[in-house]
């Protein structure tokens, strides 16, 4: 195991060769919390709540309510597929996590070119999404690894 419990080192998460840092039948991480995609995608929630706190009170159950639907998303299937634990279920979940990153990117996209999302905190939050799109297409790939379908 590599520092910190991981069975790759850190920087391979974050530089997106999982895939090559891992033999294929390594043990995953077990915990979501030590992931730095987890990671980024809670604090990015947590900032999708911050920011749409300031949206028009008609847009409580509007575009404010699916990007906070979109953002949570993330880091709950991320979350989620590891509390499975089984590779299969952990890849099935990864999907369905970067599929919300896909929602949550065209959402803020819409929400700037609307006016509810100024370029400041759209850029900011476009950055965020853009590092995490690598870190779980890396994470998948080295799951779709494990399962034999």
């Known amino acids: 195991m590599a520092g910190d419990g991981f069975p790759f080192p850190l920087h391979a998460a974050r530089s997106g060769s999982i895939h090559s840092e891992l033999g294929p039948r390594s043990r ?13 995608a809670h604090e990015t929630c947590v900032r999708v709540f911050q920011v749409t706190r300031g949206f028009p009170s008609r847009e ?22 590891y509390g499975r634990g089984t590779p299969r279920e952990i890849r099935q979940f990864l999907r369905i996590a970067s599929g919300s990153l896909s929602e949550l ?6 929400a700037r070119d609307v006016g ?17 799109r690598p870190m779980l297409w890396s994470l998948r790939r080295y799951f779709e690894g494990l399962c034999d379908d």
């Open 28 to 40: 995953a991480v077990r915990d979501h919390r030590r992931l730095e995609v987890w990671r980024l």
């Open 60 to 81: 409580r159950y509007g575009l404010a309510a699916e990007l906070r639907r979109s953002a949570t998303s993330v880091p709950s299937n991320i979350a989620e597929g």
């Open 116 to 132: 509810l999302l100024d370029d400041v905190a759209y850029d900011e939050l476009e950055a965020r999404v853009r590092r995490q």
């Open 105 to 110: 990117d065209e959402q803020l996209l819409i």
